[in-house]
């Protein structure tokens, strides 16, 4: 069975500096997927990043990248420049080939401090 | 294009009524899932549709609820009794038909939060 673990429930960064949220997870499966959803107050989850498990090179979307420790199961989000619309719930999940549902974590709440 | 809607955004209900929670996927997305967040803990896959055929309800919490997606449009979820412990947000989410050799990527609506009184 795949589980995700977010330690840090909430964390809060200066507008513009740039902030890291935990992930970990375990699987036993060896085609795997990584995602980061994002779910600003009262609105809809979006898909902010997503790592394919066999690529080495770690996925980067603008100011959004991570840092994908493969041994170490481990799956950060790093992001550069903080802004207000930052502020949100970030949600680490993951997936693999062949089972679609994916696998969520707790959550990290994310304040962005003007 | 639009994005997955739900319907109602919000459910107040009293225990033992019965509640129909409803999702409708981005147009031309096979895939349908279903996934619910209690207060405070992660976020719980229900169930997974491919058109109109159920592929994991591995999730489903008991038999009090019922997922339907007829024609393989829309989907709906039914709670019957509701419960206390079925308060929470309900998530929907689509794909596209990537088959068993990827994981798409989901889609998901902005959740329905139902509150069981």
């Known amino acids: 069975a795949q589980t995700v673990t977010q330690s840090q429930p909430e964390m809060s960064v200066q507008e513009a500096e740039t902030v890291t949220l935990s992930c970990t997870y375990d699987?036993?499966?060896?085609?795997?997927?990584l995602f980061w959803y994002k779910q600003p107050p009262s609105r809809q989850m979006i898909l902010v990043i997503r790592?394919?498990?066999?690529?080495?090179q770690n996925a980067t979307e603008n100011r959004f990248s991570v840092n994908f420790q493969k041994a170490a199961k481990s799956f950060s989000l790093k992001i550069s420049d903080s802004q207000l619309g930052d502020a949100a719930m970030y949600f680490c999940?993951?997936?693999?080939?062949?089972?679609?549902?994916?696998?969520f974590g707790q959550g990290t709440r994310l304040t962005i401090n003007p | 294009e639009a994005g997955v809607t739900q319907f109602p955004s919000h459910s107040v209900i009293e225990k033992g009524q019965t509640v129909t929670l409803r999702c409708d996927p981005i147009?031309?997305?096979?895939?349908l899932y279903w996934y619910r967040r209690v207060m405070g803990k992660e976020i719980k896959f229900l169930l997974h549709?491919?058109?109109?055929?159920?592929?994991?309800e591995s999730g489903m919490p008991n038999n009090r609820f019922l997922a339907e997606r007829t024609g393989g449009t829309y989907s709906t979820l039914k709670v019957q009794p509701a419960e206390l412990e079925d308060s929470g947000v309900y998530f929907c989410a689509s794909s596209q038909a990537g088959g068993s050799a990827s994981t798409d990527t989901q889609y998901f609506g902005p959740g329905t939060r139902l509150t069981v009184l």
């Open positions: 549709f491919v058109k109109e055929s159920k592929q994991d």
């Open positions: 999940a993951s997936g693999h080939q062949g089972a679609q549902k994916l696998v």
């Open positions: 790592q394919e498990a066999y690529k080495q």
């Open positions: 699987t036993s499966e060896s085609d795997y997927y």
């Open positions: 147009s031309g997305h096979d895939n």
